[in-house]
């Protein structure tokens, strides 16, 4: 009596003929294969089966041996009976390649063609060819050995506990056959060209996945109807696959997390407008009819009253306020927050799915095996020289996009200078708003350019690098076109933020544009204001322009060519070749159609985090661009685009670690937002060093009483270099800029250099504090529940006691 686990045999499929079971086998180590023949009988008495299997030696065909193995009941392995085996329908097509008619007139095509098909045929595929006026069309079906292949290939000895089999399998999911067919069709032929190439030269025109089955996500799904309607997650995943689901999974979950944080920041903006009126700042401002401001930029020829921006003023106490600060606390702790529930939610809905275990890497070997039983193992490798290489481009592209934020720069410059230079009455007060409000739209065109170039230079980089599998590919590639986009998104508002109105000089002495234009500065009530136009303007034609042109492009587009096919042709009777004709005048599929949609999200996540001291509103527009983003992505995905091929995941992958780092940068930003552009630390130090409240008094009058006046320089107009140009300049001695320095040399005071001091400390205290309170929360709420982790570790209980169980009984036999 010989143990099975001791011949280290392979099962192979077990096929049921009337009350016995036909096991093949095979041998790990060496090349004997064989069946073993299995009474029926045994597995209905609970003990233990026993089988006599025929070995074959590897130099020839006839069995020379003969050996009694002893099997396990219940070993994990699938059971399939012979001519009764359950499979999907006949006429159940995986895929559906598409040629042009003419190519049926090129004899280098049709050969071209014929030996494609001919490669998938000798792999097990089966075919059909429908062809109407236009196009031929060629329905491809895998054979059922490849996926019993598959099942045998990912049949894992340490998986789940053994335990007794139905006879009959489950059937294999279109989600699995689907992602194997294309898998297959992706890689080279005999003659080293792929499907690819084949496109490239007019063989075939496209091919896809067939949407079949998808009613019942048409009417709980996607529907306009639906936007507040619980997602169906697994249904999703039954036909789109593990991918597409976690992302619908996250973004829903995004979703929901966002309403906490989209209502403090709007209290925080309400609560701006309970002190509209009362705040002693806007006061003075209102009433300061007697101050003077000195002209700003060269497109201000006259002295302008203080008590013109008044209005500016109220505006941006709405969100430079001491709410601010903890707003941005709170944003830092919710991001912690949202990402640590996130990873339990994920954890349910992975062991829900039974992918907790799975392997990536293994299932692409698989895969390769599938097509190519010869497939050699590609090792890891890593190229220094190839590594600097992308380092240098990389920086050389990220150098590109901070440049594109200078070329921002001296657009505001020259539009300033155009719009004065134009004398409109209606832009002559309103200069400064119509450059910001302009320079916004040039920054959002900007951005749609250069995501296009960023993703073609990400690719190439990839290509150069060449990444072992396509999971490492796309990880790679999510890692350098992310890096390219933030730079091109943030890099305008690192600008704005941190350098407007900082590297001027003063009046009299201002720093030049190629000793020409004076730089551009910030409004009179402050850069705050210059951030809040730019971050409300990007975000606000991101969230509706973007979502509308998303919506109505495919839409137009998949109408325009229904139309244009139904004028040329009449509907066919056959019904199958209909389902192909409405399948193929679907928009089409990109492999980058789902990941675009992720790195859309993850920058609405760093508009929604990073800069949100400026912005308290940015939850609240992302909480209702989301719930249409929903549904807009379900429309297009089941309605108007073919069927996405489906992926299998068990994480976000890449995505995870740029949400954790969005969350790190976020803290920075908000943090030196606060320092440096708000008025927040030069209004505390003023309130407890030069104000009336200074050394613990309490004084009748606000504490922030004579503010203003503190914060604002004295210049005088005899230093002007060409003061007869400036309008009203001959009854004007001084007038007031925004700055800490001297009146007496222009230099910066000391003021200055004790709020610098002041302000680095805050940073690096509230980016200390906030990053604690982050470690805190991710320690405090566990990445996976003790539900999840308890079911895995019953799961390894049991099955060593099974084997326990099992190595008992057969040492006593």
């Excluded at 699938?78 to 329908?89: G, K, S």
Aim: hydrophobic residues 45%; charged residues 20%.
């Amino acid at each position: 009596m010989i143990p099975f686990w001791e011949t280290r045999l392979r099962l192979l499929p077990v096929y049921k003929i009337g009350p016995s079971f036909l096991v093949g086998l095979q041998e790990l180590r060496g090349a004997r294969t064989g069946f073993c023949w299995v009474s029926a009988a045994a597995p209905t008495s609970g003990l233990r089966l026993f089988a006599t299997c025929f070995l074959a030696a590897p130099a020839r065909p006839s069995f020379v041996g003969e050996e009694t193995v002893q099997i396990l009941e219940g070993d994990n392995f699938p059971l399939m009976e012979i001519n009764t085996c359950e499979t999907e329908p006949t006429e159940q097509w995986d895929y559906v390649l598409v040629a042009d008619h003419r190519t049926q007139r090129n004899p280098k095509q049709v050969q071209q063609q014929r030996q494609f098909l001919g490669e998938l045929e000798r792999k097990g595929f089966h075919f059909k060819v429908i062809e109407d006026q236009k196009q031929v069309f060629f329905g491809i079906r895998a054979d059922n050995t490849i996926f019993d292949l598959y099942r045998t290939l990912l049949m894992e000895p340490e998986g789940p506990a053994p335990r007794a089999e139905l006879a009959r399998p489950t059937p294999i999911p279109a989600t699995t056959r689907i992602r194997i067919v294309n898998f297959i069709l992706n890689c080279k032929t005999a003659a080293g060209e792929t499907f690819e190439d084949l496109v490239k030269d007019r063989v075939f025109e496209t091919r896809f996945p067939l949407h079949k089955g998808e009613e019942d996500l048409k009417t709980e799904w996607a529907q306009w109807r639906k936007m507040f309607c619980k997602q169906p997650i697994d249904n999703i995943r039954d036909y789109f696959g593990e991918k597409v689901a976690l992302y619908f999974a996250w973004l829903g979950w995004y979703t929901y997390m966002l309403a906490p944080a989209a209502l403090v920041g709007l209290v925080v903006f309400l609560s701006g407008f309970s002190l509209f009126e009362a705040s002693q700042i806007s006061k003075e401002i209102c009433e300061a009819h007697d101050i003077l401001m000195c002209p700003r930029g060269d497109h201000s020829r006259r002295y302008q009253r203080l008590s013109d921006t008044c209005t500016f003023a109220k505006l941006t106490h709405l969100f430079d306020n001491e709410g601010t600060v903890l707003f941005a606390i709170f944003m830092a702790l919710w991001a912690t927050v949202f990402l640590e529930l996130w990873k339990r939610q994920r954890a349910r809905v992975v062991l829900h799915w039974d992918l907790y275990g799975w392997d990536e890497e293994q299932e692409e070997m698989a895969l390769e095996l599938i097509n190519c039983s010869d497939y050699k193992l590609r090792p890891h490798q890593h190229s220094f020289l190839r590594s600097t290489v992308i380092l240098v481009l990389s920086l050389f592209m990220i150098c590109l996009m901070i440049g594109m934020a200078h070329v921002l720069v001296v657009y505001r410059v020259l539009a300033a200078a155009l719009f004065s230079s134009l004398a409109l009455p209606f832009l002559e007060e309103q200069v400064t708003t119509a450059v910001v409000v302009t320079g916004a739209l040039v920054q959002y065109v900007t951005i749609v350019i250069m995501t296009k170039i960023n993703k073609r230079v990400a690719l190439k980089l990839c290509d150069f690098e060449k990444p072992r599998t396509f999971s490492e590919r796309e990880r790679k590639f999510t890692v350098k076109f992310f890096t390219l986009q933030f730079f091109a998104h943030f890099s305008s508002l690192v600008y704005i933020a941190f350098i407007l109105g900082r590297i001027n000089g003063h009046p009299g002495k201002s720093t030049r544009l190629a000793g020409l234009w004076r730089l551009e500065e910030c409004h009179l009530s402050g850069c705050m204001m210059d951030l809040f136009v730019q971050m409300a303007i990007i975000m606000g034609l991101k969230q509706t322009l973007s979502n509308c042109m998303e919506y109505l492009g495919p839409w137009l587009a998949h109408k325009c060519r229904s139309v244009a096919a139904s004028a040329r042709s009449h509907a066919s009777r056959d019904p199958e070749l209909r389902e192909w004709q409405r399948n193929y005048l679907l928009n089409a599929v990109t492999p980058f159609s789902l990941f675009d949609e992720f790195m859309e999200m993850m920058m609405q996540y760093g508009f929604t985090t990073i800069f949100v001291a400026a912005f308290p509103l940015a939850p609240l527009l992302a909480l209702f661009s989301n719930l249409v983003e929903i549904r807009l992505d379900a429309i297009k995905m089941v309605r108007l685009q073919r069927r996405l091929v489906p992926r299998k995941a068990k994480d976000m992958g890449t995505w995870l670690q740029v949400l954790e780092t969005i969350g790190v940068l976020a803290v920075i930003a908000n943090g030196m937002v606060i320092a440096f552009t708000s008025e927040f630390i030069p209004r505390v130090v003023y309130k407890y060093r030069y104000g009336p409240c200074r050394r613990g008094a309490h004084p009748p009058i606000d504490c922030l009483t004579g503010y203003i006046n503190h914060s604002l320089s004295v210049f005088y107009t005899k230093d002007f270099q060409d003061p007869v140009r400036i309008e009203g300049s001959e009854n004007v001695t001084e007038c007031r800029y925004r700055d800490y320095r001297n009146a007496h040399d222009y230099n910066l005071s000391e003021q200055f250099w004790f709020l610098l001091a002041i302000r680095l400390a805050f940073v690096i205290l509230f980016e200390h504090v906030a990053l604690c309170i982050k470690l805190v929360a991710a320690w405090f709420v566990p990445d996976v529940p003790q539900s999840v982790k308890n079911r895995v570790l019953e799961e390894k209980y049991q099955r060593l006691r099974d084997k326990m169980r099992f190595s008992t009984k057969s040492t006593d036999v």
